[in-house]
């Protein structure tokens, strides 16, 4: 029998675009694999669609942001007894909190940027500019600002914390951008990130042509090998499970910095996690199979 595949995407989020173009990615590729995927969108009640995901084998979890990465929907099919695809309700929710998987990183040798995570508006900043501001759980650049002088402080506070309660400042590190997937337990090759704007922002990410992409990257194997055993090492220590894309800052002197790990990358046709795997050989239909497989 062909395995029955809830697609479930949209959701309330402010990335609920992106999540509905992965979403219909997926149902493509599972239609040309021979699977029978099922459309699940909803805005704001997932819960009433417990019966329709009830009869489906797996879910693919092709959400983006809020419920759906924050570990809140993965405790809900938990305790309904669905399967679904990628990482479990505790580990999502650590990656989604930027300090706190920063700070594991920090603990256990990993570099990252210094930072400072505030509560309020007026709280003061102890860091030196230039520093990112961004908000502490939020994804696609949403709210984030590159902070260069005094002038842009406050828009840029008040510009974060309007996606979320709590704002993280980010020393701001000019260098290559660089992003790693992570399948089973296995890391694809690294990929580069130039884009056409100075920050690879959300116009960048999902327009066609906005950004170049090199992959693999043209790094010294040193750095590579590096790069790849942080990202392993991060995956399993933040109890991730099946696939995640970690992202870093190379800087000018050759100094790899961990920026988040993404417990739910895209998977659209500007997407950074297929274009590896297509460098590594797997194909779109290999990858969701994959995913798939890995995850029953």
């Avoid at 949209?10 to 599972?30: H, K, N």
């Avoid at 502490?136 to 842009?152: M, Y």
């Avoid at 099946?242 to 790990?261: C, H, K, Q, T, W």
């Amino acid at each position: 029998m062909s395995l029955k595949v809830g697609v479930l995407m949209g959701g309330p989020s402010e990335e609920r675009e992106v999540s509905l173009s992965t979403g219909m990615a997926v149902i493509d590729a599972c239609q040309k694999i021979g699977y029978k995927p099922t459309k699940i969108t909803f805005n704001q009640d997932y819960k009433s669609y417990l019966p329709k995901m009830k009869k489906q084998d797996i879910i693919f979890n092709a959400l983006h942001g809020g419920i759906g990465e924050n570990g809140e929907i993965q405790i809900w099919m938990d305790n309904n007894q669905i399967k679904y695809t990628g990482s479990d309700s505790f580990s999502s929710a650590l990656c989604m909190n930027k300090a706190k998987s920063k700070k594991i990183a920090l603990d256990n040798g990993v570099n990252t940027a210094k930072w400072q995570l505030i509560n309020h508006k007026d709280e003061i900043i102890k860091m030196e500019m230039p520093y990112v501001i961004k908000p502490n759980e939020q994804g696609s650049t949403f709210g984030l600002s590159i902070v260069l002088d005094e002038q842009e402080i406050i828009p840029a506070i008040e510009k974060a914390f309007q996606y979320g309660d709590k704002v993280l400042i980010e020393q701001y590190i000019q260098g290559r951008e660089l992003t790693i997937p992570i399948i089973g337990k296995k890391s694809f090759p690294i990929l580069e990130i130039k884009p056409s704007h100075k920050l690879y922002d959300y116009e960048c990410k999902y327009t066609f042509g906005m950004s170049e992409y090199i992959c693999p990257a043209i790094i010294e194997n040193n750095i590579r090998d590096r790069i790849r055993e942080n990202t392993e090492l991060l995956f399993n220590l933040f109890g991730c499970n099946v696939y995640g894309r970690a992202d870093f800052i190379l800087d000018n002197s050759g100094e790899p910095f961990f920026l988040e790990m993404n417990t739910l990358p895209g998977m659209t046709s500007t997407s950074l996690v297929p274009k590896s795997a297509d460098a590594n050989g797997v194909s779109f239909e290999g990858l969701i199979k994959r995913i798939l497989t890995l995850s029953i």
